[in-house]
T-cell receptor, first 116, second 113 residues
Framework: GAGVSQSPSNKVTEKGKDVELRCDPISGHTALYWYRQSLGQGLEFLIY????????KSGLPSDRFSAERTGGSVSTLTIQRTQQEDSAVYLC??????????????FGPGTRLLVL | GQNIDQPTEMTATEGAIVQINCTYQTSGFNGLFWYQQHAGEAPTFLSY????GLEEKGRFSSFLSRSKGYSYLLLKELQMKDSASYLC??????????????FGRGTQLTVWP
């Protein structure tokens, strides 16, 4: 079946503008994760959705960042009033249930965000 | 906090064996993953260890020692296509951090002919 898809693949925006990044997880996967990969840095956890539970937002770097997941499937990560330090690759991953220790997270191709 | 260390870069020649080390200090441990990431692409799953010992999968093997907070990824019979970044990631403990992965910065491996 199809893997995790993300859109857009690239986004260039001006400082101060809002952006929305979209993630379509693998069908049937109830767990969804957002990570950020900055140049020369490791992947940084942002937020985690598990079924109908309240999301784990503890990784969001500021209140300019928010995410939602509609209908237990598609997720949107929104960055308001973008700053240059927000420039990074934003990766989405999904897994079957999020509850098993060995469960693999499958990553999408990412959205490359550049804030000018 | 969480600290995961791995070398920044490694080089090797085609046909050789290379070992990429990863050490971790985390507040909880519920498994260690290795991912491969080619430039501009998504990370892809390579291996998973939760118990001590060696897991072998074809040309790739991964080892874990929980008491030492140490893992390595062993790549045999290197091929040019193995040139990529290799990411070590530790899964959080059950509870509030369940699900999230803590990643190292990745080891960029270059395979020369």
């Amino acid at each position: 079946g199809a893997g995790v898809s993300q859109s857009p693949s690239n986004k260039v925006t001006e400082k101060g503008k809002d952006v929305e990044l979209r993630c379509d997880p693998i069908s049937g996967h109830t767990a969804l994760y957002w990570y950020r990969q900055s140049l020369g840095q490791g992947l940084e956890f942002l937020i985690y959705f598990q079924g109908n539970s309240a999301p784990d937002k503890s990784g969001l770097p500021s209140d300019r960042f928010s995410a939602e997941r509609t209908g237990g499937s598609v997720s949107t990560l929104t960055i308001q009033r973008t700053q240059q330090e927000d420039s990074a690759v934003y990766l989405c991953a999904s897994s079957l249930s999020g509850g098993e220790s060995g469960e693999t997270q499958y990553f999408g191709p990412g959205t490359r965000l550049l804030v000018l | 906090g969480q600290n995961i260390d791995q070398p920044t870069e490694m080089t090797a020649t085609e046909g050789a064996i290379v070992q990429i080390n990863c050490t971790y200090q985390t507040s909880g441990f519920n498994g260690l993953f290795w991912y491969q990431q080619h430039a501009g692409e998504a990370p892809t799953f390579l291996s998973y260890n939760v118990l001590d010992g060696l897991e072998e999968k074809g040309r790739f093997s991964s080892f874990l020692s929980r008491s030492k907070g140490y893992s390595y990824l062993l790549l045999k019979e290197l091929q040019m296509k193995d040139s990529a970044s290799y990411l070590c990631a530790v899964r959080g403990d059950r509870g509030s951090t369940l699900g999230r992965l803590y990643f190292g910065r990745g080891t960029q491996l270059t395979v020369w002919p």
